[in-house]
């Protein structure tokens, strides 16, 4: 019986064995493609329109007054995914001709909200021109969360240039200007 039991054992083993050695595996390549990404917009809960009004002196002699460090209530959102090394800027352009004798400015707070990833620098006050300025640099992959109290909050100032001859060049009107935000690659 013990003969019979250990003849039993060895069979088992052996099939156990030859079952064991006789599994087999699969293999399959998974690819995960990641796009580039740079999309960039404005939010704001009442209209993305800004005023200033310039105040009348109340007494001869003194220069007018424009309401200067308007917070704007304007947001930049941008999502963006970069290559390797590789960084964005987020630059501003004014569309349309700034009068004479005075000064737009512009700057981006820290980024606020739901945002991740390497977000943005800003830069301080920046002079609009009707050329590209940086205001905010240095930003990786990464979002900055979607709409209003998302983002960077804009701020202008609006500056009388009282130089020697600019403040002669003012005169009575009204002009618009287009302020174009642009998320572009750094590098």
């Not at 002669?168 to 174009?180: N, P």
């Amino acid at each position: 019986m013990k003969l019979l039991d250990a003849i039993s054992c060895f069979i088992f083993l052996c099939v156990f064995s030859v079952a064991a050695s006789a599994q087999q595996s699969a293999k399959h390549e998974l690819t995960i493609d990641v796009q580039e990404v740079a999309l960039l917009s404005l939010q704001a809960n009442n209209g993305n329109d800004i005023s200033f009004s310039a105040v009348q002196p109340e007494v001869a002699g003194q220069q007018i007054q424009i309401a200067s460090d308007q917070q704007s209530e304007l947001w930049v959102n941008y999502s963006s995914i970069v290559k390797a090394n590789q960084r964005r800027k987020v630059t501003a352009t004014v569309v349309g001709e700034i009068p004479s004798g005075i000064s737009v400015k512009v700057m981006a707070s820290e980024s606020r909200g739901d945002g991740h990833g390497k977000l943005g620098e800003p830069l301080s006050w920046v002079k609009l021109e009707n050329a590209p300025v940086d205001i905010i640099s240095n930003i990786g992959s990464c979002y900055t969360g979607r709409g209003t109290q998302n983002g960077h909050l804009l701020t202008y100032k609006i500056e009388l240039n009282d130089q020697t001859d600019q403040y002669a060049y003012l005169s009575q009107s009204e002009t618009s200007l287009q302020i174009l935000y642009t998320l572009t690659d750094d590098n």
